[in-house]
């Protein structure tokens, strides 16, 4: 049984913040990451980030991952990192965590404040033959490529224009792979518009009020057809185009990662609006269990900036909790909730607003 | 909350009212080159402001606001095209008489332009519309952003807004 007095969950955006933080309050910390390496999706972000210069805007999220190992390394002491190792389950009755390292280490971990930052996992579609190697999830492309250094094909059909849709098929292009056409199934561009501008000045088109209707091929994906939706949602067959594409690629939403949280017995609530079942928790991450905490994708779909503020609190409280501190902690708290409270103020937050309404409680 | 056309919310192309709304007036294009700022929804981002030394891009009172640029400041330096993460700002100098003008765009592509180079000149839908000829790359941050001059005839100054290297 190993013991630690804080353990993070995830190594990613928020869960390396939280590390941070925990560990600068002078709590021991254990951070257990499913990747071979820390960083999250933080690792495949080439682009420039959004958000406020004083929190790394501007800076690409690959850039950003380095800070954030720079600051765990500088932490070393405090910080236990535990790599390639999946958190698989929590036992309410006794309040361990077991992880398994590769495929045949298992370990139980029983820690004094849990703090999980799981992130999310890609949503699938269904059409006929979706299984066809060739259609993939745009964030495991971008892994493909920007980790691996490996382009999914030649000519891509990018579903969903949402920001990863959009991102994803600028890094495409940049990697010199077509991007024949994003079809997007509401009537506008869900992402931010100057990604849309981005990619239609390279010359991609963007159908929105479209979607895709199948795949064709025999070992592969060798094409796939495309439609216009009426007012109704409903495909208009007139409309149906073939376009010669040997990948599809689907950046179709996200889905928070809460199974150990329903395991833990935390108090869950259907909020559509961040992407499905998230934990109800306080406004500094705690959930209904006073000894685990959230951040990040798994508490509501949003973005890294948001997740780093959010792991920051929950690494603060935590720590906090057990009787550390350090000089000025507490205006260091009340300063990343008025940061994201500026993040989340702008119009495109509307439905972030409306969702965090639903789920943020006082215990 | 600003009002964006059906057209960019649809294409992610400016309508040619939006065109309008972000060129600057006759009077200071004639003065010298400026900043053009495409950024015209409001989203929480304000490295621009951060990244201009002449002020030219005012603070920003909530980082959801629209950026806002004094003309009589900007000297077009080219830093905040570099820096900006929408890779929504462009220089357009034309300044000269004549016909001639000279557009600055940020450019994250292999290969990179070469000074003297003939590359095709893109506007926001991706049409090529002409070529033109490259005067200068530079990479202001050192961060993978580079900034390329090509030159362009005055009148296509507020559509080109891509270069595309053929070789």
Not at chain 1, 103 to 128: C, H, N, Q, W
Not at chain 1, 277 to 294: C, E, G, P
Not at chain 2, 110 to 132: I, W
Request: with cysteine; proline share 5%; aromatic share 6%.
């Amino acid at each position: 049984m190993r013991k630690t007095e804080v353990l993070v969950v995830g190594g990613g955006p928020a869960g390396l913040s939280a590390a941070i933080a925990a560990a600068s309050m002078g709590a021991k910390v254990l951070l257990v990451d499913d990747g071979l390496k820390l960083g999250g999706q933080l690792v495949k972000q080439t682009h420039k980030f959004f958000g406020s210069h004083r929190q790394s805007a501007g800076v690409r999220g690959i850039k950003i991952a380095g800070m954030l190992l720079s600051d765990i390394e500088k932490l070393k002491d405090k910080i236990e990192v535990v790599s390639n190792t999946t958190a698989t389950g929590y036992y309410q009755d006794d309040g361990v965590v077991t992880a398994m390292t590769g495929e045949d280490v298992y370990m139980k971990i029983k820690s004094e404040r849990v703090i999980i930052a799981t992130g999310a996992s890609e949503r699938m579609l269904t059409f006929p033959n979706n299984d066809l190697p060739g259609v993939y999830g745009a964030g495991a492309v971008q892994t493909l490529m920007n980790v691996y250094g490996i382009v999914p094909g030649d000519r891509v059909l990018m579903v969903g224009a949402g920001n990863i849709g959009l991102i994803v098929s600028y890094q495409l292009m940049q990697a010199n792979v077509e991007v024949a056409t994003v079809v997007e199934a509401m009537p506008y561009i869900g992402g931010y518009l100057v990604h849309a501008s981005k990619i239609r000045r390279l010359g991609v088109p963007i159908y929105t009020s479209h979607t895709i209707l199948e795949v064709y091929g025999k070992d592969a994906v060798e094409a796939a057809a495309i439609v216009k939706l009426d007012s109704k949602w409903q495909p208009i067959p007139s409309t149906k185009r073939i376009l010669n594409v040997d990948t599809v690629c689907l950046s179709v939403g996200l889905s928070p990662l809460i199974e150990l949280l329903w395991q833990a017995g935390c108090k869950m609530k259907y909020v559509p609006q961040l992407g499905g079942n998230v934990v109800l928790r306080d406004k500094y991450m705690r959930t209904s269990r006073r000894d685990i905490f959230v951040a990040g994708d798994v508490a509501g779909i949003e973005e890294a900036t948001s997740a780093m503020l959010e792991g920051k609190l929950a690494g603060l409280i935590a720590a906090s909790d057990l009787g550390y501190a350090y000089d000025g902690w507490e205006a260091d708290r009340e300063d990343t909730l008025s940061s994201l409270e500026e993040l989340r103020r702008g119009p495109l937050s509307e439905k972030i607003r409306s969702g965090l309404k639903e789920v943020v409680v006082e215990w | 909350m600003v009002k964006l056309s059906e057209h960019l919310r649809r294409t992610g192309v400016f309508s040619m009212e939006e065109v309008n709304r972000v060129m600057p007036p006759p009077e200071v294009l004639k003065k010298g080159p400026v900043a053009v700022v495409e950024c015209i929804q409001e989203i929480p981002c304000d490295p621009c402001h951060a990244s201009c030394p002449f002020g030219a891009i005012k603070e920003f009172k909530d980082i959801n606001d629209l950026p806002e640029i004094d003309w009589e400041k900007c000297t077009g330096c080219t830093l905040c095209v570099a820096k900006c993460p929408g890779l929504a700002i462009f220089v357009v100098d034309a300044s000269c008489d004549g016909d001639d003008a000279l557009l600055k765009l940020p450019y994250e592509f292999y290969p990179v332009p070469e000074k003297g180079e003939e590359v095709e000149l893109l506007n926001r839908a991706g049409e090529v519309v002409g070529k033109g000829e490259v005067r200068s790359v530079i990479e202001p941050h050192k961060d993978g952003t580079k900034v390329v001059t090509v030159h362009v005839p005055k009148d296509m100054i507020a559509d080109v807004r891509h270069v595309r290297v053929v070789r």
